[in-house]
Every structure is written in C-alpha cells, then in structure tokens.
C-alpha cells in the first residue's frame, strides 16, 4: 500500500497512510521450539506502535525475525515494498532497519564518539555527530569517556544513536527503560516523539506501561506467540481490562 501523502481529492486534503511493515502469517522457529504462531500486523510510516505481553510472549522474538536474526521462519515480512522473508540480516539492514537488542552492545573499549562512528552507513539520511549530540546532550558531555564508564541510561541513549548515526528510520527497540531511571525514562521518551514526528517509524518493545502508554499509536499484547489484541491510543481507558488480563504477573 505505498502511496502518496498528502493530495488533494474532491476539495478535501486528504493524508494517505504508507506502509512500512507487513508482517503475515509469520511462523518462527528455534530449533524444534515453535516460537511464534502466525503473526499479522501492520506498522506505518511515522507509527510508533508497541509490543506489549508477559516474558515469553514472543515480543523480542518478533524483532529477531523482523531483522533475519531468526534463521528459521515462515509466512512473510515486507519491509518498504520487498519481501524479505528469505534475506540475510545484513540485506534487511540496507533497507534502512536498525535493531537496539536489549543487551545494547556497546563497545566498552571505545569511547562515546568511537562507538558513534563504528557502524557503517546502511541508508542515506544518517544523522550527523552534532546532530545526535543536540539530541542526546548527556553523550556530548561524555564524547570522550570509554562504554565501561557510561551509566546505564547513557549506554542506552548510545546505543540508540548509534543507530540513528546508520541512516536506518524503521527502528526496533527491545525494553530501552528496562532498569533506567524515571529521568532517563522520561529523556528517552521525548527522543522517541521528536524521532516520531520526524516520520521515523517505530517498534517498541516494552514492559513498562506507564511509558509506551502515552507515546504509541497503537498497542499489539502478544501471549504465547501471536497477537493476542490490537488496541488504538484513544481505547486505552475502555480496554484496560485487556491489558490487565495480559500483562499483570
């Protein structure tokens, strides 16, 4: 469904959606181990949408095999127009997709700004030094001091711009607030509206509610490996009893 934003029809301005991510039928495998029971859903360009369920839903999951970290799947993933179902990760990554896996990988030998320019370039459009240290200023303050030195919320903001440094704008995040202050939380939280309003397109996976809540468009609550409700941001107070059926221990 690539269209075209923004045209005019019968007098009225009209904002049409294009697709970003297509994911059908998606079947993953590790192992004998059948991770993930026929997924389907959809994310647009300048979405952010999460991935809410309980440890072992198939949240992260989901993320691997988006980025063809998964050798073993089945059904389809269409990322900008191409199926990708059977494409190594490094050719899912020049279509501009950037995965932060929850463990982050910094390189603790290097420093701030070493780490920013490791990645190569998988797309054009990737955000210059300065303009990932007017977005994250607490990483201009520490350019020169080594990952071993960094606090958790800054290897995580790091970890985020490294990403950003790539040129990808389909982002991928697996549990960025996990163990982070609430100020942390809330700075992470304004990078991911200003990253949203600049049309990036985002899948967040999140234990933290009182987080995604306010920031996602829509809410996919995954249980045992297929999408168990879809819910919009204007639902959250009528479905509550959804996400408390899902999602409390």
Not at 81 to 93: F, Q
Not at 150 to 174: F, K, P, Y
Request: charged share 20%.
């Amino acid at each position: 469904m690539n269209t075209i934003e923004n045209h005019e029809l019968g007098g009225q301005h009209v904002s049409e959606h294009i697709e970003e991510l297509r994911i059908q039928d998606l079947h993953a495998f590790y192992g004998e181990s059948h991770a993930l029971h026929g997924i389907d859903l959809t994310v647009d360009q300048g979405e952010l949408v999460t991935l809410l369920g309980r440890n072992g839903s198939g949240r992260t999951t989901t993320l691997r095999a988006i980025v063809g970290l998964i050798p073993h799947r089945t059904g389809s993933i269409v990322l900008k127009g191409e199926e990708t179902i059977k494409s190594p990760p490094h050719t899912i990554a020049h279509l501009g997709v950037g995965y932060c896996p929850e463990e982050r990988g910094i390189f603790a030998s290097l420093n701030v700004e070493e780490n920013l320019m490791l990645p190569p370039n998988v797309a054009p459009g990737g955000m210059s030094v300065e303009e990932i240290y007017e977005m994250f200023p607490n990483l201009a303050e520490r350019r020169k001091s080594q990952g071993t030195c960094l606090s958790g919320g800054e290897q995580q903001m790091l970890a985020m711009a490294r990403i950003l440094r790539t040129g990808a704008n389909v982002l991928l995040l697996d549990e960025i607030t996990e163990g982070l202050a609430p100020v942390i939380n809330d700075k992470l939280g304004d990078v991911l509206i200003e990253l949203k309003s600049r049309g990036y397109t985002i899948v967040l996976v999140e234990q933290n509610f009182r987080f995604a809540a306010p920031l996602a468009d829509r809410h996919f609550i995954m249980d045992h490996g297929h999408i168990a409700a879809v819910i919009h941001k204007d639902e959250l107070e009528e479905k509550q009893h959804v996400f408390d059926e899902y999602l409390t221990v």
